[in-house]
């Protein structure tokens, strides 16, 4: 098992940026794909963006391509993404999320639903 906590939201004005991190608990961290969802006030929880387990692999959503990065540190039990260009609809609650991955070179699902753990989210707020 994992526990997950995000750090790194804020408040920033359009054109800004932001480096969220997530912390993992737990000794096999470099066994788990990442994945990062937003969830926009009276929206549905969507995918942002994925790293697999050995950070070879990423995928983004067409939103976020090219002003979004994910990373991740295996030896410090982490995960990032780095926000350049934020515009007032990336404003959401960001959330991190583990998943057991399967073979070494498998890509990182972007459904929420195939992810089983989560942290508890932080707030991004994108001003005009």
């Known amino acids: 098992q994992v526990q997950l906590v995000e750090s790194g939201g804020g408040l920033v004005q359009a054109g800004g940026s932001l480096r969220l991190s997530c912390a993992a608990s737990?000794?096999?961290?470099?066994?788990?794909?990442m994945g990062w969802f937003r969830q926009a006030p009276g929206k549905e929880r969507e995918f942002a963006a994925a790293?697999?387990?050995?950070?070879?692999?990423?995928s983004y959503v067409d939103a976020v391509k090219g002003r979004f990065t994910v990373s991740r540190d295996n030896a410090k039990n982490s995960v990032y993404m780095q926000m350049n260009s934020l515009k007032p609809e990336d404003t959401a609650v960001y959330y991190c999320?583990?998943?057991?991955?399967?073979?070494?070179?498998?890509?990182?699902?972007?459904?929420?639903?195939?992810?089983?753990?989560w942290g508890q989210g932080t707030q991004v707020t994108v001003s005009s």
């Open positions: 999320a583990a998943v057991i991955a399967g073979s070494f070179y498998e890509r990182p699902p972007s459904r929420p639903n195939k992810y089983d753990y």
């Open positions: 737990g000794r096999t961290f470099s066994s788990y794909h």
């Open positions: 790293i697999s387990r050995n950070g070879v692999s990423t």
